[in-house]
């Protein structure tokens, strides 16, 4: 059993003023908290790993192919793999959201420890 406390993981810039950090990284999922700041986004972009998450606040519009969807705190999404989409802060709030990918984002754990980190975990 692997038992963490998220504030406690390192925080790095994931893409340019939009620090992240993996949660868990296990089997055959990877747990991923991205905080993108209000104006901010992350740019098109596909991969071959399922994702589904929950924003835990803000809103952003979530754009794939020709379709846009507004998300905002409370809602579900769910990513096909190989499906491009990027996602877009809208409002003024900061939107926070919990990612779940299968397979698991090794990369991103890979990325995290190679990465300068942007807030040092709290003690």
């Known amino acids: 059993?692997?038992?963490l406390d998220y504030e406690k993981q390192l925080?790095?810039?994931?893409?340019q003023d939009v620090p992240a950090r993996v949660l868990l990284n296990g089997k055959y999922m990877t747990f991923f908290?991205?905080?993108?700041?209000?104006g901010k986004g992350v740019p098109p972009h596909n991969?071959?790993?399922e994702q589904m998450g929950i924003c835990l606040s803000g809103q952003a519009e979530f754009v794939?192919?020709?379709?846009?969807?507004?998300v905002h705190k409370g809602m579900v999404y769910r990513i096909e793999p190989n499906e491009?989409?990027?996602v877009r802060i809208i409002g003024s709030q900061n939107?926070?959201?919990?990612?779940?990918?299968?397979?698991?984002?090794?990369?991103?754990?890979?990325?995290?420890?190679?990465?300068?980190?942007?807030?040092?975990?709290?003690?």
């Open 95 to 123: 939107g926070l959201f919990l990612d779940v990918f299968s397979p698991p984002r090794t990369e991103y754990v890979s990325k995290q420890k190679s990465f300068e980190v942007v807030e040092k975990p709290q003690s």
């Open 84 to 86: 491009e989409h990027e």
């Open 33 to 38: 908290l991205i905080e993108i700041p209000a």
């Open 11 to 15: 925080r790095y810039e994931f893409f």
């Open 1 to 3: 059993m692997d038992i």
């Open 47 to 49: 991969h071959p790993h």
């Open 64 to 70: 794939s192919g020709k379709k846009t969807e507004i």
